[in-house]
């Protein structure tokens, strides 16, 4: 029975993993309700369940192309982080991870209390900011607000977001892996792309 549940288990984190992939469910959490409800079952996977699962569907889908595209994203970043590197911008999301796929974007972090600043060095580089715009999230009762710039560059989406500079020390839980959001800054990402392209930053 156990091995039935688990194998039910992946199979719902599978179905999850699709329609993410996908793009009919943007949320891991409405993706899991849907996949259950889909294979009419109440398992719900945890989201890292679901993550592992997206990220071997990726593969699978992708093989080659998704390595290469994964240095170049990585390529891209640091020349975005270049470009802000008085900020000290940090790589995080899919493309710090390892895991990322076709339909990712690069995620950049700043700790920085003047997020207009950030816009207009990007805009002083040549680069076109699409939009920027502040958002607010609730996490644990608590309201955060933060700046979000996006923009294109070398084919990618890139999307960075300014917290005020007082959170730069609190850590910050992932919500798919539950492991702590470090990132990469300048150097570290430099050196991966020197010695270890593709490495992956999963917890264990």
């Not at 699709?18 to 996977?45: D, H």
């Not at 240095?71 to 940090?90: G, H, W």
């Not at 990618?156 to 007082?166: A, C, G, L, Q, R």
């Not at 892996?177 to 917890?203: A, R």
């Amino acid at each position: 029975m156990k091995e039935n549940r688990e194998s039910l288990r992946r199979k719902i984190a599978r179905e999850a993993a699709l329609l993410l992939y996908t793009g009919q469910e943007k949320e891991y959490r409405q993706a899991k309700i849907r996949a259950a409800e889909n294979l009419g079952v109440k398992i719900l996977p945890s989201n890292r369940e679901i993550a592992e699962e997206l990220d071997r569907l990726a593969q699978e889908l992708e093989g080659e192309e998704r390595e290469k595209r994964l240095i170049e994203m990585r390529e891209t970043a640091l020349q975005i982080m270049k470009i802000l590197k008085v900020f000290n911008p940090r790589l995080i999301g899919s493309v710090w991870r390892g895991t990322a796929n076709k339909n990712s974007d690069i995620d950049i972090i700043i700790f920085h209390d003047k997020p207009k600043e950030i816009t207009t060095t990007l805009k002083n580089a040549g680069l076109f900011v699409r939009y920027a715009e502040w958002q607010t999230t609730e996490k644990r009762g608590e309201e955060k607000t933060s700046f979000h710039i996006f923009l294109e560059y070398s084919g990618y989406e890139i999307e960075i977001v300014v917290k005020p500079s007082e959170e730069a020390e609190a850590v910050e839980k992932c919500e798919i892996y539950g492991d702590k959001i470090t990132g990469l800054n300048i150097e570290e990402l430099e050196k991966v792309l020197k010695t270890s392209p593709l490495q992956k930053f999963l917890p264990k």
